[in-house]
């Protein structure tokens, strides 16, 4: 009985030691959905992962993906690329999928619209 135990907890600790992100799947390497931006109010203010927001730079929030990892977003309405690096958390409306820079806003031509339609492909 103690053997069995000893075995289970071996490999729930085994199953928790292997739970980090992957981006093997289509499914975690490319994603659709709304795409926001935030504007200049929050120049100078920190962001989650302690870097300073810059409205100039390539950047975005995501809820989950690790600081650091490069994006290719694209505007599915006019096809216009960026890519942008993750350094921040959100979006915080629920329908969204990332938040961008005004620079990459602005690359996208969404500055107009506000919100559009993107694909967002992790980049390795």
Do not use: K
Not at 14 to 37: D, H, I, M, N, Q
């Amino acid at each position: 009985m103690r053997r069995l135990l000893l075995s289970v907890g071996l490999l729930l600790w085994l199953s928790g030691c292997t739970s980090t992100v992957r981006f093997s799947s289509t499914e975690l390497s490319r994603f659709r959905g709304f795409a926001s931006f935030y504007g200049r109010e929050f120049a100078g203010r920190p962001t989650a992962s302690g870097e300073i927001y810059a409205p100039e730079a390539l950047t975005a929030a995501h809820r989950t993906l690790p600081f650091g990892t490069r994006l290719r977003v694209t505007n599915l309405r006019n096809g216009r690329s960026v890519i942008v690096r993750i350094n921040d958390r959100g979006p915080q409306h629920p329908e969204r999928v990332i938040d961008l820079s005004e620079a990459a806003a602005r690359a996208l031509e969404m500055l107009r619209e506000g919100v559009v339609e993107v694909e967002c492909e992790v980049l390795r």
